[in-house]
């Protein structure tokens, strides 16, 4: 049988929200409202994402590599990771973050040449220009990033999904994958609309067994 895993990036292998904490600390202005504003969705993360950053003055390279260097990972994702290549067992990351600070982040602890699907960043000169190649117009979750149309694509290529994630951008992807690990709101979100899940804490948790 053909598995594929799936793994959100921020607060499941970062240990805390990675792009939240980045705006939280350079951004000027009411990010709190376009944050709120996309928690009662008012408007979508494409939005939210974009206004945010445009709120950031003065975002560099430099910027950016000064903040990187505060996150850090969930160490265990590394050890699980190194068994998955070891055991040639595909993986992706999904996100509704940004690639150009998801590779930074993995760079720091070794980690090269992980598949990531996500939004992408990059700079035009002065401008940080975020564009999101996978996006979906049908979906209600309306993330840059869609990760229940990423599961349905890698869905024909394999028997089996399994996803791991921990918040609102694995929501509309729950209940389409065939084994889901959940914690903190993802959890909650299973818990209350009856979705089967295994809750876990890091991802020593996690056994695949093929
Ligand atoms: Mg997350
Ligand atoms: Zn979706």
New binding site residues.
Partial sequence: MSICILSDFDGTITTRDGLYSFIEQYAKGDWERIEQDWVDGKISSKECLTEEFKLVPNLSEELIENFIQTISIDETFINFYQKLVERQIDFYIVSDGIDYFINRILEKYGLYGIKTITNHGEFKGEYFEITFPND?PV?????GT??????KDLKKNYDEIIYIGDGASD???ADKADILYAKKRLLKYCQDKGIKCISYNNFEDINIIV
């Fill in positions: 979906n979906c209600s979750n309306n993330a869609c990760k229940c149309k990423v599961l929501f509309c992807v």
